[in-house]
């Protein structure tokens, strides 16, 4: 659990946008467009949905120890309010930190973080309880990135990205080193240098046009 609070610490450290740039092959979630708390980084427990119906999120947490971010993908597209404030405070009673939703969300004003909620939208449409579309922790495609059980999900202001599990360590030193570079850039601005020049830009744009 210390580890995990590290990796965690870490993660939040070096924020979204860090990170997407130093994936291999970039994870933000695209159709996560809406955020309420947060910021966030924990486990993934993952669960598929069909069409308005969310009984796959009560299963879900079922299984969600503390510090797990509970990732739901959803036939429903943005259409259903698949989690609302009283699976938020059953989330909240096991620790869970965030909710990130390929669906709408409800009851937004009476939401408290935590668990902090990433969703596509917001949707008063209700959802019956009746089936999954598959297990939980079966791989999902969320917000168009594939996310596996026990993958990283981070979310600040800038939104939400998936982190591989089997390659935390070489991202998080890499999105370290990007933010260690940029802070360097940022010294170089703030001394006067245009910032053209310090990124190494061309002057005609054209130049290199054949």
């Not at 909710?99 to 969300?105: N, Q």
């Not at 917000?143 to 979310?155: Q, T």
């Amino acid at each position: 659990m210390r580890l995990r609070s590290a990796i965690a610490s870490r993660l939040l450290g070096v924020g979204v946008v860090a990170l997407a740039e130093s994936t291999p092959r970039r994870h933000p979630l695209s159709d996560i467009l809406l955020c309420v708390g947060g910021p966030f980084a924990g486990r993934a427990v993952t669960v598929e949905l069909p069409a308005g119906d969310n009984l796959g999120v009560h299963l879900a947490l079922e299984t969600a120890n503390a510090g797990d971010v509970v990732c739901v993908a959803s036939a429903g597209r943005g259409l259903y309010g698949v989690v609302g404030d009283l699976l938020a405070e059953s989330a909240r009673v096991r620790g869970v930190v965030a909710f990130v939703v390929d669906d709408g969300i409800r009851d937004r004003d009476a939401l408290v973080a935590p668990p902090a909620i990433a969703a596509r939208g917001a949707s008063v449409r209700g959802t019956v309880k009746r089936r999954v579309r598959r297990p939980v922790n079966a791989d999902v495609s969320l917000g168009r990135a594939l996310v596996r059980a026990g993958d990283w999900i981070v979310g600040d202001a800038d939104g939400v990205c998936v982190v591989p599990a089997g390659d935390v360590d070489g991202i998080l030193a890499r999105a370290e080193s990007r933010i260690h570079g940029e802070q360097a850039v940022r010294e170089r601005l703030r001394s006067g240098v245009a910032s053209r020049r310090v990124l190494g830009l061309a002057a005609d744009p054209t130049a290199s046009i054949t």
